[in-house]
Every structure is written in C-alpha cells, then in structure tokens.
C-alpha cells in the first residue's frame, strides 16, 4: 500500500468551513426521506446499530466492508447514493468561499493545537440512538432524470474556466491535458475536469440526459462510488469491487502469447437516456462508431533521420491510413441496446452492428481491452487490470483510487475526440502499415487478427510490460484490505470533521519510552 490519501482531505476541505452540527443535521434531514436514494447507516456504540434502502448486495457489501473497523468509529449516520449518478454540486462563489474558510480559519486554528487528545467525543444531544431514522417531510434534492444537465453540472466551475463561457460555443482547453495532433492524454485529471471542456456538453451521456439524476445544491455529505469532477461527494471504494460483481477468472484466462492481437469491448448503449436522437450525443455511441468508421484516420510514423544526424529523440509525422487497413485490429461492438425510447431503440439497432451477448470472461482471450464509463465508472476496471492482457480507459467519472493508478503505468489513457485511439492500438500491437499504391495514405496492414503482437518492436514490449505491471500492482493495492484500509481512513477524517470538538482532535504522535517523539529533544 502507498500512503497516498491526498483526495480524502481535498474532499472533505469545504466541510471544515461549516459547523459540525449543521453537516449532522444536513445528513440527517437527507437519511429521513424516503425519495432521497440513499442507503442509510447508522453506527453506534463501534458497530452498524441500524440501516435501510438500497438493494441487497450494496446493503450487504458496504456493512461488510465496514465491520473490520467499525469498533473504532465514533457515532455517525452516513448516507450512500443508490444511483449511478452522483448527487451534490455546489455553485462555485459558495463552495470557494467555503474552501478559502476552512484553509486559512478553520485549519490553521486546528493546527495551532499543541496537544491534540486522539479520541472522539461523546455522541451529540442531537443524534439518536439509532435504532431508527427520523423522517423527513420534504427533500432538498431535485430531480431531473432525462434532462439535459450541463448547466446545473458546470455550477461548481470558477468564473474563468471553459465551461462557464458567456457565449453558446467555447473551445476546449485541449491544451491542460492533450498533446500532439491527435491528442494523447498526457493530464488525466485535466482530462476529466469538465471546466475544461464544454464540448461534453454535446458528447457525453452524462450531460445529455443520464438515467436518473437528483442533485442538492447545498454541501451534504454524500458517498458516492464515482462522480464528475464537479460534483462535492465524497467517493469511498466501491463496494461493487469489494463483493466481485465483476469478478475475474484466471482459469479463463490465456498466455500473452497466445492472446489475440487486437482491441476488443462488448457492452451496452448504457450513459445517458436517447430520445430524439440523442444517442449520437452520448459516449460510448461516439467511441464505437468512431473507432469503426469506414473513412481516414491519422496515425503517427517516425522520421528518418539524417545519414550524419546525432542521436536524438526520434521525430514522427502525422500520416494518413485507410481505417480498414486496421479493422482487423479492431473487435468493438455493442451487445445490448437500451435506455432509449422505442424509436431511438429501433435507430440503435440498424446503425451499430449488435453482436448476441457473450460471457464477460471471453474479454482475456484479447491482447488488448477496451473499458470506458457507462452511466457512471464501468465496473470492469479493475478485472481488467487483474488480467494479463493491457487495459485502455476513456473515463470521466473519478474514483478513491486516482492518487494510487497511474497512466501509461497501469494503463493506457484514451480521449474522448478519439483521433489518438486506432494509432495506438497500432503501435501497442506491433502492426505495420504500407501505402501500396504510393499516392501518401497508407492503405495495407500486417494486422491479420490473430495471435500476433509477440514481435519485439518498442510497442510490443511497451504493452506486455504494462500489462504485467498492471496485474502486479493490482494484486499490492486494489485488494479487498486496501479497500477497507482506506475507506477506515475515509470513516476517520469524517468523523474527525461532524465532531463539535475537531480542533481538538488529532494524532499527537507515537510515544518511545514513556515520551511522545515531538517532546523528545
């Protein structure tokens, strides 16, 4: 495990500039209406005394993940969304007013405490005992299920970025996260900063009508599995991976070797709602009909150099290609069509080419594994990561474990734009291209979809090897342990932050023989 826990203070720094009864009470309010999708949890005296909504397997996950440490919590009820979407976005004037409060009053007070105690206080005079939750006669939440949503998402954003344009039309800050003509992702977490791009506006589900989105606008403490970079939930490690919703099966899974040599992904129109032809607006749609389009796609080819040249770093040229000189490398198709009016259904149907439905384990016969966001985080990340072929991701939504997988590392980035993506699968797979009829768009490949990309070219070492990586560093960080360790670390801060005598509360150091190490001289 890295002790990196960086995201769990910068998600829980707005909350310092309000009092620890008002955080309680926003909660409570919340966890007392029956239309607010949230599974309530109520811990009591170091254990889960009572909870209600959400179905079975999050109930029954989320405890389970809980009851190593439970002991050492203090009293707190916590509500968990029960949608996809997340569920708290604070406009920017408040929620920067609350960030500047909580840096320079509230925290520098709290660390002026020479000698913090480590130990919560009592349970306040306005929690119960648990054993049930009051109700709630209203709800702050609004919802606006099957609407477009980019205005109420981008609220968060400061005055000065894209996405809060005065104008109908901003170009993207292509700049903070993209580099070379064809837009590698070079800043992830530039990438899925919407402020940045409000051309998403028109190219994500999320934003052109999600499934389900109910939203407050005040900040209430909401954990959430994902979330937009916007948005002011609080994310904690999915108890979808803690349970093994999607599980992998490494009996089903095949040497490097004899993997076949090209991308694949199955899944569903799932990420927004379509109606009236919205689904040529949503993600996943775009991906899929842009990595098979029948036209022209860029790809990147060195530079011979100079006979007499020194050696330097290689210089490439942006080159042309017939896409179906490369569909042999490609294996990309939906399974499922739904979330959609019947006639939108219907258009799905005859524009994509709908594959039957196959077992989730046939992905570890494939060299190379598509995964991107559906309505939120997909959910088949981190068997993917597990398996021992090499994981490409376009996401959005952000997760607990940003700080801890790393791109190009663990694994490759990929833009939404797409104009990157068939070039390196190209270069990932060790194919070649030839422009047989010289007239400068290379028309032919080497790519004949079978059990290739075992050569030696620095694209095929470069893929086993992350590959590999990303199945070792699964199996030190994204444990069940890890989960828990940093949800426990999570539970901790929280309880830290709803207790009346926070400024008093902290770590005071360890003590070697009788004396704490700060006293020690």
């Known amino acids: 495990m890295i002790d990196e826990y960086d995201t769990i203070n910068e998600m829980l720094l707005p909350f310092w500039a309000l009092k620890p009864a008002t955080i309680r009470s926003r909660i409570a309010s919340a966890?007392?209406?029956e239309d607010s999708a949230l599974l309530a949890v109520a811990v009591r005296h170091g254990a889960v005394e009572n909870f209600q909504g959400g179905e079975e397997w999050q109930q029954q996950a989320t405890i389970g993940?809980?009851?190593?440490?439970?002991?050492?919590?203090p009293d707190m009820d916590l509500g968990f969304n029960m949608h996809d979407e997340p569920r708290v976005v604070v406009p920017n004037d408040l929620l920067a007013s609350m960030v500047a409060k909580a840096r320079d009053e509230t925290l520098p007070r709290a660390a002026k405490n020479t000698a913090p105690r480590n130990a919560f206080s009592n349970r306040p005079d306005d929690m119960n005992d648990g054993t049930r939750f009051i109700e709630s006669s209203t709800t702050k939440f609004n919802r606006f299920a099957h609407q477009q949503t980019w205005t109420h998402s981008r609220l968060s954003c400061s005055a000065n970025t894209q996405a809060q344009t005065f104008e109908d039309y901003a170009a993207d800050n292509l700049t903070a996260y993209a580099t070379s003509e064809l837009g590698f992702i070079y800043n992830?977490?530039?990438?899925?900063?919407?402020?940045n791009s409000p051309s998403l506006s028109s190219t994500y589900g999320f934003f052109e009508r999600p499934n389900a989105f109910s939203i407050i606008h005040e900040l209430t403490p909401i954990f959430s599995q994902s979330k937009i970079s916007s948005f002011q939930d609080i994310?904690?490690?999915?108890?979808?991976?803690?349970?093994?919703?999607?599980?992998?099966?490494e009996a089903h899974d095949t040497t490097w070797e004899n993997k076949t040599n090209s991308l694949y992904w199955?899944?569903?129109?799932?990420g927004g709602f379509s109606r009236n032809g919205g689904w040529r607006r949503q993600h996943r749609q775009r991906v899929v009909q842009r990595i098979n389009a029948p036209d022209t796609a860029q790809i990147l080819e060195p530079v011979a150099a100079a006979p007499n040249a020194k050696p330097a770093t290689t210089k490439y040229k942006v080159t042309d290609v017939d896409r179906k000189a490369l569909r042999n490398l490609i294996d990309v198709h939906f399974s499922h069509v739904g979330q959609c009016d019947p006639g939108d259904c219907d258009a799905q149907?005859?524009?994509?080419?709908?594959?039957?439905?196959?077992?989730?384990?046939?992905a570890w016969y494939y060299k190379h594994l598509l995964d991107m966001d559906g309505n939120a985080f997909s959910g088949r990340f981190y068997s993917f990561l597990k398996s021992r072929s090499l994981t490409y991701k376009m996401a959005l939504f952000r997760e607990w474990h940003t700080e801890w997988l790393k791109p190009w590392v663990h694994y490759i980035p990929l833009s939404l734009r797409g104009d990157e993506h068939l070039d390196l699968v190209r270069w990932f797979s060790g194919t070649h291209v030839f422009d047989d009829d010289e007239d400068g768009k290379k028309d032919r490949s080497d790519a004949d979809g079978g059990?290739?990309?075992n050569g030696q070219s620095e694209g095929e070492r470069k893929a086993r090897l992350i590959a590999e990586r990303s199945t070792e560093w699964h199996d030190r960080v994204l444990r069940n342990v890890d989960f828990e360790a940093w949800f426990f670390r999570l539970l901790l801060e929280y309880g830290r932050v709803v207790d009346d005598k926070r400024e008093e509360i902290g770590y005071p150091g360890p003590i070697f023989n009788g004396v704490r190490k700060k006293d020690m001289r």
Request: proline share 5%; charged share 25%; with cysteine.
């Open 65 to 73: 993940m809980m009851k190593p440490f439970v002991q050492y919590l």
């Open 188 to 195: 992830t977490t530039a990438f899925s900063d919407i402020c």
């Open 349 to 362: 149907k005859e524009f994509f080419k709908v594959t039957e439905r196959v077992d989730g384990q046939d």
């Open 31 to 33: 966890l007392g209406h």
């Open 266 to 270: 199955r899944g569903s129109t799932t």
């Open 235 to 249: 994310l904690y490690p999915s108890p979808w991976y803690w349970i093994g919703k999607v599980g992998y099966d």
């Open 451 to 453: 059990k290739g990309g």
